[in-house]
């Protein structure tokens, strides 16, 4: 139970005739310089704790109840000109995604799930001053069987995904205090989209 064996029935499914496994985080693990350097997935994903060890003594157990940290899987880095949004000029963004802490790609496992980036401009109301920019970390495949693989955006262990977008916001709109929101979003099909971190960074709407 020590070693990923024990987690591959649940966290590798193939397809005959699929390209790659629908569930392949076992492999993407092994393919990873984690698992090169002797980290196993109960490392992460199954910390000790407190328990009975036997009838008469506690000791410390594998707890697969583990929170799931997205800040300490995936780094998002934020490049900006400046805190200066000149409007009626494009405003230039470059985010840099990292996956710093996951043995395995992030998002992994199910197809039908994504993890999306969304920055927006805000005013000092919150309310939006552009059009949102979204990117979606996913692993894209047909929609029937064997369920080949059309896309994947997903970081790889260790791997980085680079990204450039631009806002521009109208002369119409009022100078203030803004914000640029970076948020990263877990998405599932026929689900609502969920938070899983955001950050907020204060730019001046000129």
């Not at 020590?2 to 591959?8: D, R």
């Not at 949004?85 to 995604?97: A, D, K, M, N």
Request: glycine share 8%.
């Amino acid at each position: 139970l020590s070693g990923p064996a024990a987690c591959a029935p649940c966290h590798e499914l193939t397809w005959p005739g699929a390209d790659t496994p629908i569930y392949d985080t076992v492999g993407e693990w092994q393919a990873s310089a984690w698992a090169a350097a002797g980290v196993r997935c109960q490392d992460c994903h199954m910390p000790p704790r407190a328990g009975p060890a036997t009838a008469t003594r506690f000791a410390a157990v594998a707890d697969h109840r583990f929170a799931a940290d997205p800040e300490r899987a995936l780094s998002i880095l934020v490049s900006l000109d400046g805190d200066d949004v000149q409007r009626g000029q494009p405003w230039p963004v470059r985010l840099s995604l990292q996956n710093t802490g996951a043995g395995h790609a992030v998002p992994t496992g199910s197809p039908f799930k994504r993890w999306r980036l969304r920055a927006v401009l805000l005013d000092a109301e919150d309310a939006p001053l552009t059009e949102p920019f979204t990117h979606d970390l996913a692993r894209e495949v047909e929609d029937a069987p064997p369920w080949r693989t059309t896309a994947d955006t997903r970081v790889p262990a260790g791997g980085q995904v680079d990204l450039e977008t631009s806002f521009t916001v109208s002369q119409r709109r009022h100078a203030g205090p803004g914000t640029l929101e970076i948020a990263l979003l877990r998405v599932v099909d026929g689900a609502e989209p969920t938070v899983l971190t955001t950050r907020r960074i204060p730019v001046e709407i000129r």
